[in-house]
């Protein structure tokens, strides 16, 4: 069995769209897999059942050029060209040509890339096209044919904690192994257990909304995020006119303020697989267009999104493996102006406020 390493930076979504990718390359049986990602986002893959190992690293000499993070960043080249006789290719699903560059620096024999924009195939022996033509998923799923694997387009749900969550809330039996990963990584599930319950008792129905994080971090771009005023008009409407409980979380969400006993602040409460445990017996997520959606798509939770200003078709998890005939999303937004670089520059700071509470409200009836 040949041995790959794949290879992916990116926060915590980024890498949850990689595993329908994984699923299928490990389920060929041709391969061995060992999977490299920044230590901040090890969570998602913790239990998946086709990774070998997982090699998480410390992402910070990434995030500023100086001399100390230069330093560090020889020492992980000097890791890399260590490796570099274990694997047979190595994968690199982040889109810069600056990977490419790193692993063929470090001597990896075969390394398979993206081509951005037809711009960035040196340095990489086998290549995939990429702009915004297609799906994220369906850009990871194509390296299989590079692999020499039929890739089957249709399988795009993501893997998170080895579908064992959705086990829990749906009564089946556990294995031992199973049964471990939930006492480290679940620790508070009879605490959730009982808010549940405490909460179906009580009200109608149990919405989560998330409201999206980034402004806490960079409030001059704020072209991603639904004003907060209408995060709040929403959850008072919900409140007031279906008797519903709420309940608010991701440590990076942005905080509401709303004086309700039928709203519940989960706010950093939770680690992320209690978060996931919380929120798949629930009966309605409204979520901001960001990384937690993706989470939602690991449930069978109904999720409705607001968003912009990426176009969802490419970024939005299928329901039950096929693309839903109606689009569970909200954009009104002209043109998808995110562009294949990264760059916001073309966007403009409040057009997805072009969707109303109402427009909202309207959706979900």
């Known amino acids: 069995?040949?041995?790959?390493?794949?290879?992916?930076?990116?926060?915590?979504?980024?890498?949850?769209?990689?595993?329908?990718?994984?699923?299928?390359?490990?389920?060929?049986?041709?391969?061995?897999?060992?999977?490299?990602?920044?230590?901040?986002?090890?969570?998602?893959?913790?239990?998946?059942?086709?990774?070998?190992?997982?090699?998480?690293?410390?992402?910070?000499?990434?995030?500023?050029?100086?001399?100390?993070?230069?330093?560090?960043?020889?020492?992980?080249?000097?890791?890399?060209?260590?490796?570099?006789?274990?694997?047979?290719?190595?994968?690199?699903?982040?889109?810069?040509?600056?990977?490419?560059?790193?692993f063929w620096i470090a001597g990896y024999k075969n390394r398979y890339g993206f081509n951005r924009l037809g711009k960035e195939w040196k340095f990489l022996n086998k290549s995939i096209y990429r702009d915004k033509s297609k799906r994220e998923v369906e850009?990871?799923?194509?390296?299989?044919?590079?692999?020499?694997?039929?890739?089957?387009?249709?399988?795009?749900?993501?893997?998170?904690?080895?579908?064992?969550?959705?086990?829990?809330?749906?009564?089946?039996?556990?294995?031992?192994?199973?049964?471990?990963?939930?006492?480290?990584?679940?620790?508070?599930?009879?605490?959730?257990?009982?808010?549940?319950?405490?909460?179906?008792?009580?009200?109608?129905?149990?919405?989560?909304?998330?409201?999206?994080?980034?402004n806490l971090l960079m409030p001059k771009d704020d072209c991603r995020w639904w004003n907060l005023k209408n995060w709040e008009k929403l959850a008072k409407e919900f409140i007031n006119q279906w008797n519903i409980v709420f309940l608010l979380g991701s440590k990076n969400d942005r905080k509401l303020y709303i004086e309700n006993q039928k709203f519940i602040d989960t706010l950093w409460k939770y680690s992320i697989h209690e978060t996931i445990y919380l929120v798949s017996q629930l009966d309605l997520v409204v979520a901001q267009e960001a990384g937690f959606v993706h989470f939602v798509g690991c449930t069978e939770t109904p999720l409705v999104t607001i968003a912009g200003p990426t176009n969802p078709w490419r970024f939005h998890p299928f329901d039950n493996h096929e693309m839903p005939q109606k689009p569970w999303w909200i954009w009104k937004m002209d043109y998808e102006c995110y562009d294949e670089y990264g760059s916001y520059k073309n966007c403009k700071g409040d057009e997805i406020d072009k969707v109303k509470v109402e427009d909202v409200l309207e959706f979900i009836k």
């Open 1 to 102: 069995m040949k041995k790959i390493l794949v290879f992916r930076l990116g926060a915590l979504g980024d890498v949850l769209m990689t595993t329908p990718f994984i699923k299928q390359l490990g389920e060929s049986k041709k391969y061995s897999i060992d999977y490299m990602c920044w230590k901040s986002v090890e969570s998602i893959l913790i239990g998946n059942p086709h990774i070998e190992n997982i090699i998480a690293f410390d992402e910070k000499f990434f995030s500023k050029i100086n001399l100390n993070n230069g330093i560090k960043f020889l020492k992980f080249l000097v890791f890399l060209w260590e490796k570099r006789k274990k694997y047979d290719a190595v994968i690199i699903l982040d889109k810069h040509i600056i990977f490419n560059f790193m």
């Open 139 to 214: 850009y990871y799923l194509s390296f299989l044919e590079l692999l020499g694997i039929k890739a089957d387009y249709k399988r795009q749900k993501y893997s998170f904690f080895a579908g064992i969550i959705n086990k829990l809330t749906k009564n089946n039996k556990l294995s031992d192994k199973e049964q471990a990963l939930v006492k480290k990584y679940i620790p508070r599930k009879d605490e959730i257990d009982s808010l549940i319950k405490d909460v179906k008792n009580k009200w109608k129905k149990v919405i989560w909304i998330a409201s999206g994080g980034w």
